[in-house]
Structures are given as C-alpha cells and as structure tokens.
C-alpha cells in the first residue's frame, strides 16, 4: 500500500514537497516514483528512483528532486519554481520492471494521489 501526504495550494515560485510511506511492501521492487495528471490527459512521468543503488530518472532536475529512505519506506518528491502548469493530481507508484522511465503501463502499485495546485 502507498500512502501519500503532502500537497496542496501553494504559489508560482513556491517550494512544496510530497511524501509517499510504503506499507506491505518488500525488496522485490525495482524502483519508484511519481506521476501526474492533468484532467482529461494521460498521466505522465515525472521522476524514479531504484530502491537499491539510489540511481534516478528526473527529466526536469533543475526544478524537481526525488528521494527515498528505505529505512522509513518512504519516497518524497521537491519541487522548487512552482509554475501553475505543474497543476495537477500527483501519484507515486512503484514497479518491478528494470527500468527508470516507466510508463503508466509500467507501474504495480500507485499511490491514491495527491492534488497540487499552483497559483499563478
């Protein structure tokens, strides 16, 4: 189970970072990471992280950083520069493929989302 916290209102420029604890799980995951979701479009990858070994998928690193604590199972994701496109529902997900750039298909489990909302 992938519970998230964090999220919310917040305002261009803002920092705001998420949180996702991992319950029942063990290490036959690969790797983790999050999504997004904008109404009426496909979710879409924002970052990954391999549980072991702590290598990274984050296309758009200048603004957003991902990280995991596997002794408290949790994943978290920064975002600095918030810009109202980043407005959408965020999910966190895990999968046990052998990849860092998931797509939607690719995910096992996914977190119940989290809504960010950036004000402009």
């Known amino acids: 189970q992938l519970v998230q916290s964090g999220g919310g209102s917040v305002q261009t420029g803002d920092s705001l970072r998420l949180l996702c604890s991992l319950s029942?799980?063990?290490?036959?995951?690969?790797?983790m990471g999050w999504f997004r979701q904008i109404p009426g479009r496909e979710r879409e990858f924002v970052a990954s992280i391999a549980w072991y070994g702590g290598g990274t998928s984050v296309p758009d690193s200048s603004r957003f950083t991902i990280s995991r604590d596997t002794a408290k199972n949790t994943l978290s994701l920064q975002l600095t520069g918030a810009k109202p496109s980043d407005t959408a529902v965020y999910y966190c997900a895990t999968w046990n493929q052998l990849t860092l750039n998931p797509t939607a298909a690719t995910v096992r489990h996914w977190g119940q989302g989290t809504q960010v909302t950036v004000a402009s």
């Open positions: 029942g799980f063990t290490s036959d995951g690969y790797a």
